[in-house]
């Protein structure tokens, strides 16, 4: 299993502005991937988080908007830029510990956003 | 057409009682299906996988029926405990689709 923090677990934000979650896995992990969901919706894949390369992005998400960076392969953060209303939401850190079959795939705690 | 589709309830169920719902997905060359569980306000967290066999663990059993594209979750002798959304999972090419989820209430 592996044990995923994201910071910070909730936050205000001002329209206009950007806010940069991080993620922090207790052990190294080949991949990592940024979700979204909105009230009342499903989990929507924003992009895959590559160690040492661009992020890959899912179609709807850009990189100037959703920026991502991946240091090493225990971290990665992802930046909500120009934040507007419609960007309240949840954002879920996930890895997958294992060779990729998708029963090894696990997720943080989530950081809520509320966009004022 | 949505990757996965579920049928959102809810399910209001007393304790005791059997529930169960199906999924749909629509890439018939996905590779692996999944239940997530997420309570209200938390991450989902993987319930089972589901296997072309059917699989039971405990009071929960899956099916898989690949040639209609559609998975199934039954929960028997239901739990208050057993009350979120359930969500199903498709997973392809190292990526999980995830569908809107149904949502399952056990009343006393």
């Known amino acids: 299993s592996a044990v995923i923090s994201q910071k910070p677990s909730r936050d205000i934000c001002q329209r206009g502005t950007s806010l940069t979650i991080q993620c922090q896995v207790d052990?190294?992990?080949?991949?990592m991937f940024w979700y979204r969901q909105q009230p009342g919706q499903s989990l929507t894949l924003i992009a895959t988080?590559?160690?040492?390369?661009?992020?890959?992005?899912e179609s709807g998400f850009v990189i100037d908007k959703f920026p991502i960076s991946r240091p090493n392969l225990t971290f990665s953060t992802l930046t909500v830029s120009n934040m507007s209303p419609e960007d309240s939401s949840i954002y879920l850190c996930?890895?997958?510990?294992?060779?990729?079959?998708?029963?090894?795939?696990?997720f943080g705690e989530g950081s809520w956003l509320t966009v004022v | 057409r949505k990757e996965v589709e579920q049928d959102p309830g809810p399910f209001n169920v007393p304790e005791g009682a059997t529930v169960a719902f199906n999924c749909t997905y629509s890439?018939?060359?996905?590779?692996?299906f999944f239940w997530y569980r997420q309570d209200c306000r938390k991450e989902p967290k993987l319930l089972m996988s589901?296997?072309?066999s059917g699989n039971e663990d405990g009071r929960f059993t899956a099916q898989l029926n690949r040639a209609s594209q559609y998975i199934s979750l039954l929960i028997r002798d239901s739990k208050l405990s057993d009350s979120a959304t359930y969500l199903c999972?498709?997973?392809?090419?190292?990526?999980?689709?995830f569908g809107a989820g149904t949502t399952v209430t056990v009343r006393a």
């Open positions: 988080a590559n160690q040492g390369s661009e992020a890959t992005y």
């Open positions: 589901v296997y072309s």
């Open positions: 890439n018939s060359a996905s590779q692996s």
């Open positions: 052990s190294q992990v080949t991949m």
């Open positions: 999972v498709v997973h392809n090419d190292y990526k999980l689709s």
């Open positions: 996930s890895v997958d510990s294992g060779g990729g079959s998708g029963n090894t795939i696990y």
